[in-house]
């Protein structure tokens, strides 16, 4: 007994954790496959629109929708309000969706056969007594799960005592499939959907016109006796080429230039090659980052670059730049970094840089050693593409 | 959802979908995949998959294409799992094999009964059963049959060998199965097994779909 109760206390709340991790797994799959649920919803439609069920405007009543099995109610207000959506928008359609209290409610018929208990769709005899929708049709939807796929299923019965089907269909959508994402005033089938995502991933072309604003700092000397350089400020353009449209792996050419007055000026090349990192096909409708590795020769001359020097900075040195051009100096660095391009016209990045001909200047240390490799600059960017 | 995941013949090792080191057994569960050629592969999933070039590959390519299950384990019922996995050939086949089984019962209306425990999934049962009805271009009806509060006690509580039967003979007896109509009948007899039978109740007669 005593086991008994105490393995009941321990069930308790060792059970409430599972259903509150079940709940919770549950509504991350709706929300995950809703979209799917509205894709197959639109395609219902658009069939009704090429290939209407009637000919002329239908009064309609949703009798019932039901969605995957372990998927709750939440997700079907969902499906109902996008049905009741898509088909206002669509009055080509035929169906008029209708308001039928009486349909959906539970009656209770008694008669000679017996006593009935059963939705007034379902006994249409009754719907009749009550001067109900008699003769009206109903629509009624199914979603399921089954395996990788969801499947909408789909019919209408006409609201007459035999209740005969007059209309079903079946149309099932893949996990594997993204989102169509159509607007549910200008439906298109799946084939023509499938031409324009297509079309979208080809017409971006192997080649693009990247204009670059970005921003280099370098880390101060560990001994705090060196001058560190001032931020950088670089504009670069240049070409950004993709072997294939999936456009995984990209390279770049870019050449810029720097111009502060009364501080620097600069000139510099850049190349680097760029491997996509959140799947193997550029996306059209999410972000996507990439990974880089770069290398890129800099010169730079004006008062404020006299801190690219490998001895210590003293006054001297000062003097001599802001009284003539001031030194110039040449170097080339190692880049890596991350950059999150958004539907192919923005980028955001940030990357690390390696400065071997300055690696011991006592003007600048490192932000972080990898592998031994000390990183003396790290800049972020902006690209805006053309 | 990770809902898509490319295998090529050549590098098995980098996308592996049967269980091993990079994937546990429960992951590899739930993967549905199937293999296509290069070109097939390549028109369903352009982009992921390279098309054979105009003169051919050096080597023969084909790519296993798996997709994540919906639901994950655990989240349903095994067996309504497995019955909800398989609905639409299951219910199909059942179709099928009744239609061929009485091509004389081409003009009659059809109703669908479906006995399975849960009541969510007999309608989805239900559901995909008349649709696959429908396909095969034959009339179709939402009416079911019921019988009277005496009949269902003493039915319950049959065999359940002699319990179909006798209920087809009651609902041609009570009128509430009509001379041109033809029952459809889609049961689970144990619940150990994912697999769904069918039966067919015409004119009091009950037959089971072999």
Known sequence: MIAVLASLALAGPIEDAQRVELDRARAEIAGEVHLSAFDLIDELVYGWKTDPVFESSTPVVLAGVSVPVGLGTGMQALVENHIAAVLAENPTSNVQLVHCPSCTAVVVHSGPEGTVVSRGIDNPAVLAELGGATGKHALFVDLEAEGSWLVLRARITQLTPDLPIVWSHTLATSAATPALLRASDQLKSADEARAEYLAALRSRGPLVIPVRLSVRTYARPDGGNGTPPPPFLWLQTGAELAPTDARAWTSSLMIGGAFIPQAYQGLMGQARVSRLLTGRVRSVTRPDLYGFVGASVMTVWGPATSSFQVDPLNADDIVAAVQGDGPRSTWGTLQLGLDLRIGNRIGVGTFLETLPALRRSQNMGDYIRVLGIGFQGFGTEVTACF | ?210
């Not at chain 2, 798996?66 to 067996?79: D, V």
């Not at chain 2, 091509?103 to 009659?108: G, H, K």
């Not at chain 2, 399975?116 to 179709?140: C, D, R, W």
Request: proline share 6%; hydrophobic share 40%; charged share 25%.
């Open chain 2, 1 to 210: 959802m990770t809902p898509l995941l490319v295998v090529w013949a050549g590098l098995p090792f980098l996308n592996d979908p049967s269980p091993g080191v990079l994937r546990s057994k429960r992951a590899a569960r739930n993967l549905d995949c199937e293999r296509y050629s290069a070109q097939t592969g390549s028109e369903r999933y352009p982009g992921a998959i390279r098309p054979a070039r105009a003169r051919g590959d050096y080597v023969e390519r084909d790519a296993v294409m798996c997709a994540e299950r919906l639901m994950r384990p655990g989240l349903r019922e095994a067996r309504d799992e497995a019955i909800l996995t398989e609905l639409e050939p299951l219910s199909r086949d059942i179709v099928t094999k009744a239609v061929s089984l009485r091509t004389d019962l081409a003009d009659r209306t059809w109703l669908v009964e479906t006995y399975y425990p849960s009541g969510e999934v007999s309608s989805k049962i239900s559901f995909a059963t008349k649709n696959a009805l429908m396909g095969q271009g034959l009339a179709v009806s939402d009416r079911v049959p019921v019988l009277g509060v005496g009949d269902v006690g003493v039915i319950t509580r049959m065999d359940p060998d002699e319990a179909y039967p006798t209920a087809c003979l009651r609902y041609a007896a009570t009128g509430t199965l009509r001379e041109g109509d033809a029952l459809l009948a889609v049961v689970s007899r144990d619940a150990r097994e994912t697999i769904l039978h069918g039966g067919l109740c015409v004119d009091g007669r009950w037959t089971w779909i072999p």
